[in-house]
Structure formats: C-alpha cells, structure tokens
C-alpha cells in the first residue's frame, strides 16, 4: 500500500525526500501543492521534474479523499458525505459547513463513529468503525466546494478527538503552520467530553492524559461537552463519565490559564426535566466557579427512538439568565442545518439513516 503524503509536516516531507534522493528543498515545494494548491495528483505538481514526480508516484499518493455527496439545509448549512474506506466496503463520515454573515465555519469529524457511547448521540450510538488519520481529515477542508472561504473550524463532528490525538494534532499543525495553511490557532475550537486520563500502552508508561497533552502542545480553543453536573445523572447520559469522570476534567483545567487569548468554553444541552431546572443551572455555577469560561446551551436535537425530550424555550432562557446573573456567561447556540441532519448530535455517517423520520436528500 502507497504511503500518504498529505498531512505530513514539513520535517517529514524532508526525511522523505532525502530518502528518495531528491533535494530538500523538494519539502517545501510539497506542502506548497498540498497545503496551499491543495492538489490531489502529482501530475499537477509542475515545477519538480518528471522524474520526481513518477518516482513519488511509484510508492506515495497525495491522500486527497473527495467528498462523495452533499445535502443542502434551507438555511444554507452543507453536509458532506466522505468514504474514508479503503477497501471494498465503503466508511462513511461527514463534514458539515455552516455559514455565518462573513463567517464560514467547517465542523469537522476526526473519527468514524464514536466509542463514548452518549446516548443522546447519533454518533455515538452507532459504534466505533475507526480513527481518521491526518489525511482524512484534512480533506475534510481541503475539498468541499467552501474550502477557500473557510474562516474557522470546529471538532466537533463525528468522533472524539482527544481520542484521535495525534492525527488531530498533525491536522492542527499543517493548519497553523506558515508552510501550511497558516491559520491562527484563535480560529480552531476542539470539542471532547473530556479524556483526561492516560489509556492503553500510553497509561502503563505513566505518560501524560490526551487532555493534558492537547492543553501543552495546541493553543487551539477548547469546548468540553459536559451536559450534566451531577455525576449520577451525568454517567446516565454519558457513559464515559465512569472513566473520565468531569470532576478530574475540571481539575486538569485548573491548572491552565484561560484568562488570554486561547479560551476553554462547556457545551451543555438541554433535556426537558433532566438538565434544565434551577437545582442544575446552580450546581453548574458552583462547578465552574473561579474558572475563566463561557457555557454555550444547546437544546437537545431529537434523533429518534429515544425517551430524551428538548427543554421549552422558556425553561431554555430562565437557565441562561439564572447563570448569567450568577456571573457565568451563557448564551443559547443556534441550531443549523437541523433539517439535513447536520446539527449538534446528528451525524450517523450513513446515506441513509433509519433511527429518525428524517429523509436527507443527497446530491452527487
């Protein structure tokens, strides 16, 4: 199998080169046509030579993975349908893009499916099927129809990416770097339920928690998708509150300064009688006193076959208002693209989903 080349750093590209005898400079003329031309052949690479360009050809491919379908919201937000598969049996993940006045967001997916297990998730009910790499992901921005416009950019799609974080990394370094796209990093918020102890090999070698690597090798913006501050009732929602218990969460976020530039935000959704009375909105404040953040409320995204109920507008605003007026800045997200299955929840990653009464008109 040819080895990708899209989502290497620049380093990278270097050892490449050098390992194939070409010059190193050769390095930067790649992230040029990979990150800046964003190319999906070598054959479009025209100022390294045709020796080059069929030496790289012979054991490397560019990566690129083309969106396959799209779905128009009448709001203007798209949904993109990629195949991340490589084999015969196709892998779906979407990508969504949401307009804004000038603004032009990607919500972007760093795995297929998820294995948080959230009940209230589309995602995370249909199971894990794998981790994007660099390549993938980057596609994601690379290749809709937007992609020159994009202004910013959340992972907030398909997935957990602190449980993908490494390729998450490598896709935020070709963002932010100046060989690459040269983004600001003000324009990225991770989203994660909060992996903050360390799993597998990495946990026996006592090496630090992904929450804690991405809180020192990113300054990406952070949204914890916390929905619940009791622990019971939280574990409820959230399976992965057993593992990865918030109280932990928060106390890892403590110990970085949020006072600056880079900001850490909660994500909370609205359940009808579940998460929307006083006794959750006061709890809440006493959690996140003292620490620098906002809390973005989102009302609850019905995805079929569940017993969840989304929260009246009423009860909606008196939560906010009651943080609000208890000195924690909250506001109420929009919801877009709700009628193509794109907002907050809704990703399945299929062409055709049989858990709601939603038919997503696709277009080729």
């Keep these: 199998m040819k080895q990708k080349l899209l989502g290497r750093t620049l380093e990278e590209l270097k050892e490449i080169c050098l390992q194939e005898g070409l010059p190193a400079f ?51 937000t798209r949904k993109y349908l990629f195949n991340v598969s490589s084999s015969d049996e196709a892998c779906y993940i ?12 990607l919500c972007v997916s760093s795995q297929a499916g998820c294995r948080m297990g959230c009940r209230f998730c589309m995602t995370g ?37 602190l449980d993908n974080l490494d390729n998450v990394l490598r896709a935020i370094e070709v963002l932010t770097s ?23 090999k990495i946990a026996e070698n006592n090496e630090k928690s992904p929450l804690e690597r991405f809180m020192d090798e990113s300054r990406a913006h ?21 593992a990865f218990p918030l109280q932990e ?34 709890a809440l404040v006493s959690l996140l006193k003292g620490l620098e953040c906002r809390v973005n409320l989102i009302r609850f995204h019905d995805i079929g076959d569940t017993e969840y109920i989304p929260s009246d507008m009423k009860a909606v605003q008196a939560f906010e208002d009651r943080l609000n007026s208890a000195g924690i800045t909250a506001t109420l997200r929009a919801s877009r693209g709700q009628d193509i299955e794109a907002a907050c929840g809704m990703l399945s990653g299929k062409e055709k989903n049989n858990t709601t009464n939603k038919q997503v008109l696709w277009i080729s």
Excluded at 94 to 105: F, H, L, N, S, Y
Aim: one cysteine or more.
């Design 125 to 161: 009910r249909q199971g894990f099927a794998g981790n994007l790499d660099s390549s993938q992901i980057l596609s994601q921005f690379f290749f809709i129809d937007e992609a020159e416009d994009l202004t910013n950019a959340v992972f907030m799609g398909m997935g957990e990416p």
């Design 26 to 76: 050769t390095a930067r003329q790649l992230c040029d046509w990979l990150y800046k031309k964003r190319v999906s052949s070598f054959d479009k690479m025209t100022n390294l030579s045709l020796k080059a360009r069929n030496l790289l050809a012979e054991k490397y491919e560019t990566g690129a993975v083309p969106y396959f379908k799209f779905a128009q919201s009448k709001d203007g």
């Design 249 to 282: 969460t928060l106390r890892i976020l403590r110990r970085h300064d949020f006072s600056g530039q880079r900001r850490v935000s909660f994500e909370y959704i609205m359940f009808k009688g579940l998460t929307d009375t006083p006794r959750h909105a006061d």
């Design 178 to 200: 100046d060989w690459g796209c040269a983004w600001s990093p003000k324009r990225i918020t991770v989203s994660s339920i909060g992996v903050n102890k360390a799993v597998g």
């Design 222 to 242: 952070l949204a914890i998708s916390l929905h619940n501050p009791f622990h019971g009732e939280r574990l409820a929602l959230m399976p992965c509150e057993a």
């Design 94 to 105: 979407e990508a969504v893009m949401i307009p804004d006045k000038d603004r032009k967001t």
